[in-house]
């Protein structure tokens, strides 16, 4: 259903629950980017009106989805930790070129969105089956659904705005530059990375 060239080892997960407190500090990071993009959305691209009103549910739900990750911090005796780099997304936002029309632009965000969102869902769906933590697992199964809509949200958007098989050849490229970017990750208790 995602789509994804290259699935994630399992094995990744064995690196999770190692450091739980990293994951759920980069998840909240995650969550509050999310929030920011769909908030960049809105203020970048105020006249897609269809879009402004998915994107303002959007900040809503994954604010909502921060908040969740924050008190799992705050159950353990935790603190949120700093913000980190997000080597999967700065590589991932090196794919297409710079310029063209606003549609373009919009497009190529859509897009972007759609595939980090689809990344999040894959890797929700690992931990929700592999965690030993039951309470945990069960958290991310909650989650994974979400991210699964997300996903399928921006991407019909991108086919809504962009002409269908160009927009659909896009998508295909970005999957195959993805899954390259893929190889090299994996080894951190990051969400993407």
């Known amino acids: 259903m995602l789509g994804l060239k290259l699935p994630t080892d399992p094995r ?25 993009t769909a908030i960049s959305l809105i203020v970048s691209f105020p006249e897609y009106t269809e879009l402004v009103k998915e994107m303002t549910k959007l900040v809503k739900e994954e ?43 919009l497009v190529h965000r859509l897009l972007y969105a759609a595939l980090i969102e689809a990344r999040s869902c894959e890797r929700f769906k690992l931990l929700s089956e592999e965690l030993e933590e039951k309470e945990l697992a069960d958290f991310y199964r909650s989650l994974m659904v979400s991210e699964a809509n997300h996903y399928t949200m921006f991407l019909n958007f991108a086919r809504k705005y962009g002409e269908r098989e160009e927009v659909d050849k896009k998508w295909q490229d970005l999957l195959v530059f993805e899954a390259e970017i893929m190889k090299d990750l994996g080894k951190k208790e990051t969400i993407h990375g």
């Open 63 to 105: 604010i909502s989805h921060f908040k969740m990750v924050h008190d799992k911090i705050i159950e353990r005796g935790w603190v949120l930790g700093r913000d980190r780099k997000d080597e999967y997304v700065n590589k991932l936002l090196t794919f297409f070129p710079k310029g063209g029309s606003r549609t373009t632009h």
């Open 12 to 36: 990744w997960v064995n690196i999770v629950e190692k450091n739980i407190e990293e994951i759920l500090t980069d998840h909240a990071f995650c969550e509050q980017k999310a929030a920011s």
